[in-house]
C-alpha cells in the first residue's frame, strides 16, 4: 500500500535528500544485494536476543530496497532481470527475519512466539505467492493492504519499542486478511475472464 500511494513521487524526494547516490552511476541490483545482506544481518541480531539492532538494520536494508529502484529508473538501468532479483531477494529477508525471531524464541523455550513467528511467516509468503500467481493470469492485479513496506515498518518498530509480539500479531492478522483479499479478488476476475472466453467461443461456435 505504501508503494501504490507514494509511487514514483518518491523518486524527487530521495533525489533531494541523497543527491549524491545519483552522481555515480551504481549498479542497482548491487543495491538490492547489499540490502539484502543487511536485512540478513538483522536476522542474525534478532536470533542473538538483540531486537533494537535488529530493528535499525531492517530500516538500512528497507533504504536499499527503496532507492535501487529509484536509481535504476534514474540512468535507465531497469531490467526484468533486476526485477525479478528484487522480488526475491525481499522474500529472503522475509522469512530470514521471521527465522531469525523464531530461533531466539525456541532458545528461551517460548514456544508461543515461535508458533506465532511460524504462522507470521506462512502468512507473508502467502501474501506475495498469491499476487505472483494472480499475475500470471490477471495483469496488473493488485488487492490488500499489508505489503512488504507496511511490513518492515510494523516489525521495525515493533522491535525498537519492544513491541515484537504485538507486531508479530500485527502482521500476521493483517498479512492474512490481505491473503484473503486477494483470493477474492482473483475469483471475481479470473471467473469474469473465464465466461468472457466461454462467451466467445459459443460466439464462434
Not at 10 to 37: E, M
Not at 45 to 73: E, M, N, Q, S, Y
Not at 92 to 111: C, R
Request: positive net charge; contains cysteine.
Amino acid at each position: 500500500m505504501i508503494k501504490s500511494i507514494a509511487g514514483r513521487r518518491l523518486d524527487p524526494l530521495l533525489h533531494r535528500l541523497f543527491p549524491f547516490l545519483f552522481v555515480w552511476r551504481v549498479n542497482p541490483n548491487a543495491l538490492t544485494v547489499i540490502g539484502v545482506l543487511v536485512s540478513l544481518g538483522a536476522a542474525v541480531a534478532f536470533a542473538d536476543g538483540r531486537p533494537r539492532l535488529a530493528a535499525l538494520l531492517v530500516l538500512f536494508g528497507g533504504f536499499f530496497d527503496l532507492v535501487d529502484g529509484v536509481i535504476a529508473r534514474h540512468h535507465g538501468t531497469s531490467s526484468r532481470f533486476g526485477a525479478f532479483l528484487d522480488a526475491t531477494l525481499d522474500r529472503l529477508s522475509d522469512m530470514a527475519l521471521l527465522l531469525g525471531i523464531s530461533v531466539h524464541a525456541a532458545t528461551h523455550a517460548d514456544a508461543g512466539r515461535v508458533a506465532l513467528a511460524g504462522a507470521t511467516l506462512c502468512a507473508v509468503v502467502l501474501v506475495s505467492y498469491s499476487k505472483a500467481r494472480a499475475e500470471l493470469v490477471v495483469p496488473g492485479f493488485s488487492a490488500g493492504f499489508m505489503e512488504r513496506g507496511e511490513r518492515v515498518a510494523i516489525l521495525a518498530i515493533g522491535a525498537l519499542f519492544g513491541l515484537l509480539t504485538p507486531a508479530l500479531w500485527l502482521i500476521l492478522v493483517g498479512s492474512s486478511i490481505t491473503v484473503a483479499q486477494r483470493f477474492a479478488v482473483a475469483y471475481r476476475e479470473m471467473e469474469r475472464m473465464d465466461r468472457a472466453e466461454k462467451e466467445a467461443l459459443e460466439t464462434l461456435g
